[in-house]
């Protein structure tokens, strides 16, 4: 874990070309605006995230997790919370939902090469794509020192 944020690198053997259930997870939800597919003032999102869900006693999951949902202009930013004990609008919990994840060293803007292999090789097991996630487990402020790494994550339906 790096000393300027909460960034965490993940272990490849658990996170790239896996298929993985996501099973009562919980995530507090935002729009977020997006520029080609990049998410526009994620951090300043991620922080208002985190205040209302301690405005509203929800627990943060630890580790952290904070995923993009992709779309053309807009799509949106997903913090891990504890399952909450009563229904929320903002809250979106994936129960027995099947991800395929890969890992990529790649900065954001260089994604799409990465994505589209992912997404080949999901296509090539005959199954379809609902929806495209990313989780960028280093942020601007550690890359230098930790390197890129995003996790992509396609919700197999």
């Known amino acids: ?26 995530f507090y939800v935002h729009r977020l605006p997006l520029f080609f597919h990049l998410p526009i003032c994620l951090s ?7 205040s209302e869900v301690a405005m509203k006693n929800y627990s943060i999951a630890d580790p952290l997790m904070v995923i993009q949902k992709d779309g053309s202009l807009s799509g949106m930013v ?3 919370i504890d399952p909450p004990r009563f229904f929320d609008p903002k809250i979106k919990t994936f129960d027995k939902n099947l991800f395929f994840s890969w890992i990529s060293e790649e900065a954001p803007i260089n994604l799409r090469e990465e994505l589209s292999e992912a997404k080949r090789i999901v296509q090539t097991n005959g199954q379809k794509i609902k929806d495209v996630y990313f989780w960028y487990t280093t942020c601007p402020k550690c890359k230098t020192i930790n390197g890129n790494q ?3 994550l396609l919700q197999i339906s």
């Open 44 to 50: 300043r999102r991620i922080k208002k995230l985190k």
């Open 150 to 152: 995003t996790v992509i």
């Open 1 to 26: 874990m790096s000393v300027l944020c909460d960034c965490r690198k993940v272990a490849a053997r658990d996170w790239h070309n896996r298929e993985l259930v996501f099973e009562n997870r919980s």
């Open 78 to 80: 997903m913090l891990e």
